[in-house]
Nanobody, 120 residues
Framework: QVQLVESGGGLVQPGGSLRLSCAAS????????MGWYRQAPGKQRELVAT???????NYADSVKGRFIISRDNARNTVFLQMNSLKPEDTAVYYC??????????????WGQGTQVTVSS
C-alpha cells in the first residue's frame, strides 16, 4: 500500500510560477524513479519530468529550461518547480513513483492529480 499526496496546484497568470509537491507514504522498502505527468482535456497523458534516486533528471522538450524537478529522499518527496508558465501548461498534473514493497515486489504508483490552470 503506497499513497502519493500532491499539493501546490492552482490558478496562475501567464509568466508566473508554481511549485508542486508529492509525498509518498505507506509500506514500501525503497523508492526508485519519481516523476510528473500531465493530462489536458481531450489529450493523452504525457511525461513532464522524471528524476532517479541518484537525481539524474529528464524533461519533456516543451518544459526544458522552464521546469525543474527535484527530490528529498529523506522525506520521500518529489517537487516540480514550474516557471514562465504558459496557457498550454494547463492540465491535471499527476505524481508517479516506482517502489519496492516489503515483499520484494516492485510497483508503479500514481497520485490523484492536482489541477494547474494558467490564464489571464
Amino acid at each position: 500500500q503506497v499513497q502519493l499526496v500532491e499539493s501546490g496546484g492552482g490558478l496562475v497568470q501567464p509568466g508566473g510560477s508554481l511549485r508542486l509537491s508529492c509525498a509518498a507514504s505507506g509500506s514500501f522498502s525503497s523508492i526508485g524513479l519519481m516523476g510528473w505527468y500531465r493530462q489536458a482535456p481531450g489529450k493523452q497523458r504525457e511525461l513532464v519530468a522524471t528524476i532517479t534516486s541518484y537525481r539524474t533528471t529528464n524533461y519533456a522538450d516543451s518544459v526544458k529550461g522552464r521546469f525543474i524537478i527535484s527530490r528529498d529522499n529523506a522525506r520521500n518527496t518529489v517537487f516540480l518547480q514550474m516557471n514562465s508558465l504558459k496557457p498550454e501548461d494547463t492540465a491535471v498534473y499527476y505524481c508517479n513513483a516506482t517502489t519496492r514493497g516489503r515483499d520484494g515486489l516492485g510497483s508503479t504508483n500514481w497520485g490523484q492529480g492536482t489541477q494547474v490552470t494558467v490564464s489571464s
